[in-house]
């Protein structure tokens, strides 16, 4: 992240119609001062500083967003995997165009993943956290504006050491990253991670710098069938692609038990999606201060139905925002994410909406102490997003879909 830390920089004074902190209520003709990329002070019209300031008229200022699950690595896949009704038919279309000789390192790839940063920033988002099979996102997200943390996901449903994650420790530590760039670990799902790789993923979380981990867990029905007796679509996919492992047994049991049996829910693991959660396992989740990252329009893209939001908000998990990559989605624009949200749980409030694509993600990858609120002290990475009219509710207005064209980064 470009940022000047110079004590002798210009202090500057912005004036907006609206300013979201996020960590507090919305600020009606509110101002925020910042000096040398630093917030310095927020507030509302009765502790105005004096100093000379610039009106930014009727806009929002908020935070950067912060997209908590995409795959730079996929970008190239845009447009090409269709919209499926079950969630094998989509992987196996997914498999069809990324074969395993296909390298995301190509120029071409490199450009479809540049373009996707692009993306990213044009539409607000300030901090991602990507999934990465091969790392050849590291690069250019290192040199974007956008600060990140990458999990190095790693796959085995046969592998039974610890091989692949010394293997990625060899890779993740010959990677020049930039400081707001990190780079750790993750394992993919239940039905494609042995219980030895689970546990040796999670080992080296533990001994990472925050310890974060990352699983996709409870995302289709296929994914219950597995666990519970070891049968259905999976079974079938894993035998066909030469994966299954025969001495693997089912568990008997849901994903969140399954992985907590394994002692992989620890504080600081994201678990993506949860499309199949039942309460219980919410509360499980909240007891083991994991972190749910919803991701609304991928989950419908791939056939496993919209995600149970008022159930996830109504308990005590924190939830994130992401929209997951674009081999399950139209754009990498969080405002987009939002507004599916808003639509598939309109009882759900705006501030809670607007916390996962803020605060929470911030949260969950680890760069609260710079991101996700407007607060003394942190990144002065804010969003100022042109008001159309004179909304009565600014949270709900920016919860119902952002243009691109409506947002632009205030110069700190
Ligand atoms: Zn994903």
Redesign the pocket.
């Known amino acids: 992240m470009p940022t000047s830390t110079t004590e002798d920089s210009e202090p500057r004074v912005y004036h907006a119609s609206w300013i979201c902190p996020i960590a507090a209520p919305p600020i009606a003709n509110g101002w925020v001062a910042m000096r040398g990329g630093r917030i310095t002070g927020v507030g509302g019209p009765a502790s105005r500083p004096s100093s000379p300031a610039e009106d930014l008229g009727a806009v929002a200022v908020l935070p950067g967003l912060v997209n908590a699950?995409?795959?730079l690595e996929l970008a190239p896949l845009r447009g090409l995997v269709p919209p499926a009704t079950a969630f094998t038919a989509w992987v196996r279309a997914l498999f069809a165009h990324r074969r395993p000789d296909d390298r995301p390192d190509t120029p071409e790839a490199q450009v479809a993943i540049q373009t996707a940063l692009d993306e990213m920033w044009e539409s607000g988002t300030a901090v991602v956290g990507d999934?990465s099979n091969s790392l050849a996102a590291v690069g250019l997200l290192a040199r974007s504006p956008l600060a990140g943390h990458v999990f190095h996901e790693l796959l085995g449903f046969r592998v039974t050491d610890d091989a692949p994650v010394t293997a990625s420790r060899a890779q993740r530590m010959a990677l020049a990253t930039s400081a707001g760039v990190r780079v750790g670990i993750a394992a993919h799902a239940p039905y494609s991670v042995s219980p030895e790789l689970f546990r040796a993923v999670r080992a080296e979380a533990d001994r990472l710098t925050p310890p974060l981990c990352s699983v996709?867990l409870g995302e289709s029905l296929e994914e219950l069938a597995l666990l519970r007796d070891g049968t259905g679509p999976w079974r079938t996919m894993l035998e066909q692609i030469g994966a299954w492992r025969a001495d693997w047994q089912p568990p008997g049991c849901g994903p969140v038990e399954y992985l907590d049996r394994l002692g992989v829910l620890q504080p600081r693991t994201l678990v993506?999606?949860g499309v199949q959660f039942t309460d219980a396992d919410l509360s499980r989740l909240a007891a083991r201060g994991a972190v749910l990252v919803t991701?609304p329009r991928?989950n419908v893209w791939v056939g496993v139905g919209p995600p149970p939001l008022d159930r996830f908000y109504a308990s005590p998990v924190p939830v994130a925002l992401?929209t997951?990559?674009l081999a399950?989605v139209a754009d990498l624009n969080l405002f987009a994410e939002l507004a599916a949200a808003r639509t598939a749980a309109p009882a759900v409030p705006a501030r809670c909406l607007l916390e996962s694509a803020t605060l929470a993600g911030a949260r969950a990858l680890g760069f609260d102490d710079e991101y996700g609120s407007i607060e003394t002290g942190k990144r002065a990475t804010l969003l100022a997003v042109a008001l159309e009219g004179r909304p009565a509710d600014v949270e709900e207005y920016l919860v119902r879909g952002i243009a691109p064209g409506q947002v632009s980064w205030i110069p700190s």
């Open positions: 699950h995409t795959h999934i996709h993506v999606h991701c991928s992401g997951d990559s399950s």
